[in-house]
């Protein structure tokens, strides 16, 4: 689950997520039609959010492999690219899921003890393996093709940005500072302190020249 952990972490908006991550790997090995609920219920928030985001109406009780297919087409894979027709395979995986879900669910209906005891039993590791791989890449595929074209722009007020000092613009300052530090000798070159502050660390240099602004104007 590392690399969906790493696609939800570059992509803020899909953290809350992190919580069909935990159960899945809190239950992989105890109670995997418990992760197995999560996986599909992982990759169907995900259909849904990316449907949400493009005005896509989902039926309420529709199927999950609908969601999903819905979710690849709002990214804009339809027609008859590669992706589409692979696209609506991996959609099949929540179908698939869901299936096996109800066959080795303890909820999904009654079963006698010793059918309780076994129900593990029933996935091999490899099966479990594959089944959660194939969540993370679905998932990830599917974050990452939406992001790639759907950037979250954070909204800024031009007046809270601020304007970068220009070096010639402040004459005064500059000089104030060369005559308390000199210049500077480095073979055939030479240089003001102010030149080396203004160049070397900005925000040092923004901080002096704010401090020495407010001493003259006093």
């Known amino acids: 689950m590392d690399k969906l952990k790493t696609t939800i972490e570059q992509y803020g908006r899909w953290s809350e997520l992190a919580i069909y991550i935990e159960r899945i790997e809190a239950h992989i090995a105890t109670d995997f039609s418990h992760a197995l609920e999560n996986a599909k219920a992982l990759l169907e928030t995900i259909a849904k959010e990316i449907c949400k985001s493009k005005c896509i109406d989902l039926e309420s009780s529709g199927s999950i492999n609908n969601a999903l ?24 995986i929540g179908k698939q899921m869901g299936n096996l879900r ?17 129900r593990n039993n029933k996935v091999d590791n490899f099966t479990k393996e594959f089944l959660i791989d194939s969540t993370v890449i679905v ?37 104030s500072w060369d005559i308390s530090f000199g210049e500077f000798d480095m073979g055939d070159y030479s240089y003001t302190a ?19 602004a407010l001493d003259t104007a006093e």
């Open 69 to 92: 297919k819905k979710a690849f087409s709002a990214i804009g894979y339809s027609g008859d690219d590669l992706v589409t027709q692979v696209s609506s395979s991996l959609a099949n």
């Open 102 to 118: 109800n066959d080795i669910g303890v909820t999904s209906h009654g079963m006698t003890l010793d059918e309780l005891k076994e």
């Open 139 to 175: 998932a990830c595929f599917l974050i990452k093709a939406f992001e790639n074209n759907n950037p979250r722009v954070i909204a800024v007020k031009e007046s809270s940005i601020k304007p970068k000092l220009l070096y010639e613009e402040n004459d005064d300052f500059n000089e």
């Open 194 to 212: 102010s030149e080396i502050l203004y160049n070397v660390d900005y925000k040092a240099y923004e901080t002096e020249q704010m401090a020495f």
